[in-house]
């Protein structure tokens, strides 16, 4: 699968609902299990919507892993199809985050967008099950850059705080401080 990166238009489009009579076909099947793929062995983040692979449909795909400056997060995969935020808990907060398509890889640039902690979220699964489930901390957090790709939305236009642009490298290694902190 390629990547597809800022620029290009399929990124900006409102992307097409999926027929849930459609999501157990073969069609939708594939295109699950290969976003997965992708995402989990290249190693390229959290989260594929497919617009980013060149496919204007509403599914998106969630990879959560441990990772160095992320050692406490629980691992879980879902696949999210059609979603709609129906509820948002709270005030935003700042948190930071990078978009796969702003870059190849540990060029892509990180910077604090404003997001709800706890969201309430409706959704297809990959069985065509009808979902509707709260979902915090950086779940929520992945599921809302995510939707905001299926509405044509990239993290850059709802950056706020221009002066928290960071590379990849600066942002591991603020992460890492952080997490140091927090453990101190
Ligand atoms: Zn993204």
Redesign the pocket.
């Known amino acids: 699968m390629t990547i597809t990166e800022f620029g290009n238009p399929i990124l900006r489009r409102e992307a097409i609902r999926i027929d849930t009579a459609e999501i157990l076909g073969t069609e939708i099947q594939t295109l699950i299990n290969d976003m997965l793929e992708t995402l989990i062995t290249k190693k390229l983040?959290v989260?594929?919507?497919a617009p980013?692979v060149g496919i204007s449909k509403a599914l998106s795909v969630i990879a959560i892993r441990k990772s160095e400056h992320r050692p406490n997060v629980k691992a879980r995969d879902l696949v999210i199809i059609n979603p709609e935020i129906t509820e948002t808990v709270g005030r935003r907060v700042q948190l930071y985050?990078?978009?796969?398509?702003?870059g190849p890889g540990k060029a892509s640039l990180f910077a604090k967008v404003p997001r709800y902690k706890r969201i309430r979220l409706q959704y297809y699964d990959e069985k065509g099950i009808k979902q509707h489930e709260y979902f915090e901390g950086l779940l929520a957090h992945v599921i809302q850059?995510?939707v905001?790709?299926l509405e044509g939305i990239?993290?850059v236009d709802k950056v706020r705080d221009t002066k928290s642009y960071m590379t990849h490298k600066e942002y591991v290694a603020y992460a890492k401080a952080k997490l140091a902190r927090k453990h101190a």
């Open positions: 983040g989260g594929l919507a980013q985050e990078g978009c796969i398509s702003g850059h995510e905001d790709h990239l993290f």
